[in-house]
């Protein structure tokens, strides 16, 4: 497994479990009012499970187990995808601090933007890798 | 196809259905009670897509054991028992604790809130050691040969 997936993996792991624990918290708080502003962190539950859980996951295994490039028999250029792990992880980081602080709501737009760019350097890494030997 | 990936994926096959079938009676007004979102969305993220992720993953990762056994996959066996088991008592508790005072619907929606919890933190652990590079694994099946 490459180092990158490697990284996405565990981080991914590491977000599940911080979004479930938040989860589990405004679940107990349905059934037995702790306080009516645990509610605000319900959009960052949200954000961990989807961006930081479900799909870093998928995209470090698809990094991992799509076939390698056919010619050059790796993953692609490197330094870009430790660039997309990194701009997924920094605008998953700035959406979540937006959602927290009022004061830096500002974040969320830059944070979407590097998310956005995440995803374009993750079809860029891996359009050439979906294909079939079959037609080479 | 080890049981636990086959367990998985048909329980999140039923997940889905189930979600959807929600889905469809959050568009019927007489209905769509407001505690079915948050079930709508439970059932189709939790139940069906991350189900899904979780037995595929402990089918496909390296280092799987392949004598199946309990004390081989317990952290799987704990995930999925507790994920299931959870979700459900959630469907059960959360419509009711809106429209009742009851204790018991509480007991469920709190007990349910916690087996979800100890799934995902079941399933890191059986996960977290498999995901790994090339290097160290190769470190350790030669750690694991000098011992032997």
Redesign the interface.
Known sequence: ???V??WM??LS?FY??TG??I???L??N???LISYKLWALLPVHIEL??FG??IQ??LG?AYW?LPRLLISKDRGSELLANFMLLSLNAGILLVILSELFYSLSALALPGRILETLAVILFAGLHWKRIASYANH | MPLITRIFLKSGIVFFIASLVTGVALQIDSIALPPLLPLFWHML?LGW??QI?MGV?MW?F?GRVREESFKNQRWAWIAYFSLNIGLWL?VL??PA?NSSDALV???L??T???L??IA??S??LE??PR????KERVTKKNIQRSED
């Open positions: 497994m490459p180092n997936s490697v993996l565990r792991l599940l479990i479930a624990s989860g589990s918290l679940l107990i349905k059934a037995v499970l989807i859980w479900i996951f998928t295994t187990i | 993220m897509i991350t992720i993953s496909m390296p959630r508790g959360e604790v619907w509480k007991v929606l709190i349910s809130a916690l979800q919890l995902v933190i399933y890191a996960i977290w995901v790994r590079g090339k």
